[in-house]
């Protein structure tokens, strides 16, 4: 087992402390009883209460909830479809193309992305608000979710599927029964990813936004440009806990199962 150098050890703790310190003390300040929020004045948690009583963050953040919602579902379906054609396809007319688009929003700036989806919108007719917003976000998530699917596919045995479509099964069937189940990690996780993306994405939905529709991080880039308030400390503060016990939840969930499956195998082992 390698052990930790004094070097190692510093550059380590300092990284650390470089992420987190900041977070530390947003923290401790969404506590603090002033409104300044550089000047402490004692213990509160006052600033909680103010934010729950604000409609404009409660309307901002279900509006991003719903986008990040139907979004992320709409790009998993799309990003599998895509991800699945990719995969199981072949050499068809026109893949590099295809498969240049769906790659494109990987690399391309998201400023270009979100003012090119402006000027689509604008050319359409279509009024600017949440449906705008949802389409820009499941055109820029999807790439995600499908290389996520496709790296599952590649080690995919496709005799599963063979012996499926042997048994009686349509393709439609043994995809169903048989692809979706096995692959259901990577699509949930690219479900996740996308879902993630929706919810801290700021430039894209900047552009396709319109004024019946404001999502978190623009209501929180608006209020920052006036000075920073109590108020978005403690809507920070509470984002950082669900992200950690969400994160937590995960960990437990994955060491249980390894357990499980370590005891399962120790089993079959003495069975034998």
Known sequence: MMRLSWFNTVSLTLGFAFLYIPMVILVIYSFNASKLVTVWAG??????GELLRD??????????FKVAVFSSTMATVLGTMAAYVLVRGGRFLGRTLFSGMIYAPLVMPEVITGLSLLLLFIGIGLDRGVLT?????????MCYVSVVVSSRLVTFDQSLEEA???????PAQAFRLVTLPIIAPAVISG???????????????????????TTLPIKIFSAVRLGVSPEIN?????????????????SLLSKRKVVRQRLDEQAAVRAQ
Do not use: E, M, N, R
């Open 234 to 250: 403690a809507l920070s503060t509470i984002l950082i806990g669900i992200v950690t016990i969400g994160v937590i939840s995960a």
């Open 191 to 213: 479900w996740l990813l996308a879902f993630t993306l929706s919810l801290d994405d700021l430039v894209i939905a900047s552009f396709t936004t319109g004024p019946s529709a």
């Open 43 to 48: 213990f509160s948690t006052q600033w909680y």
């Open 133 to 141: 917003i949802v389409l820009a976000h499941t055109t820029f998530s």
């Open 55 to 64: 409609k404009s963050f409660l309307d901002a953040a279900w509006v991003t």
């Open 164 to 170: 499926a479509l042997d048994l009686g099964c349509s």
